[in-house]
């Protein structure tokens, strides 16, 4: 089993889920938008480089963290190609991933992704354990927050496209259910504002605490 973790947006608190991680021993990928919504304090330049630096992934998420499909072909161009350049000049690296603002995408926007020099692209949405079959559309396995309805919502799509899914409406009890499974591979994505916004930091390192833990005993019990 492949437990991976992925965070969006250009926040600061990014710093504070990455600390949490490490401290538990993982690391994430972390979508950053070159400038952060109105409403976000960004991360520094120097923040965004210490992430690489300290072993996650950048990936981008446009320049201004625009819906794609809302936008002509010139400007998701621009939007494609700035937020992966400017993102590499931070970092001094390639950036290679890249995921949707709002998990919003055609099939045209995803082949101009792909023309962008990206090798995969992450989008929305629950319930995925299997390996993508459309690396430009990784469906992921469990968003870190709590909502009912916006949960049975997609459970009830997911249902009807024939997903496998075992969620509840607790996003923690979701993961732990996916990764007591131990197949496949479990995608934790979610946004360090939401975690602050729904207060879930002691949820969150509860989470991973107990995955460390399960993945000790695991070992263990493979001897
Ligand atoms: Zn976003």
Redesign the pocket.
């Known amino acids: 089993m492949n437990i991976q973790f992925s965070f969006?947006?250009n926040h600061v608190l990014n710093m504070r889920v990455a600390d949490l991680l490490e401290q538990y021993g993982f690391r994430a990928t972390f979508f950053i938008?070159i400038v952060p919504l109105t409403t976000h304090s960004g991360m520094t330049t120097k923040q965004i480089k210490l992430l690489c630096l300290r072993g996650h992934e950048i990936g981008a998420?446009t320049v201004n963290?625009v819906q794609l499909p809302l936008h002509q072909r010139g400007r998701r161009h621009h939007e494609l190609r700035r937020g992966k350049s400017r993102l590499e000049k931070i970092i001094g690296s390639e950036v290679t991933g890249f995921s949707y603002?709002?998990g919003q995408y055609t099939d045209e926007i995803k082949i101009e992704t792909e023309a962008a020099g990206y090798k995969y692209a992450r989008a929305t949405g629950e319930g995925n354990i299997n390996p993508a079959v459309d690396v430009f559309a990784v469906i992921p396995t469990v968003q870190i927050y709590n909502s009912p309805l916006r949960r049975y919502l997609r459970i009830k799509r997911n249902l009807l496209e024939g997903t496998k899914f075992s969620l509840t409406g607790d996003w923690k009890k979701s993961c732990m259910k996916y990764i007591g499974k131990n197949e496949g591979i479990v995608h934790i994505w979610g946004?360090s504002w939401e975690i602050e916004k729904q207060g879930l930091w002691t949820e969150f390192e509860d989470l991973l605490k107990w995955i460390r833990n399960f993945n000790i005993e695991k070992i263990e019990s493979e001897d």
């Open positions: 969006d947006d938008n998420h963290h603002p709002k946004h």
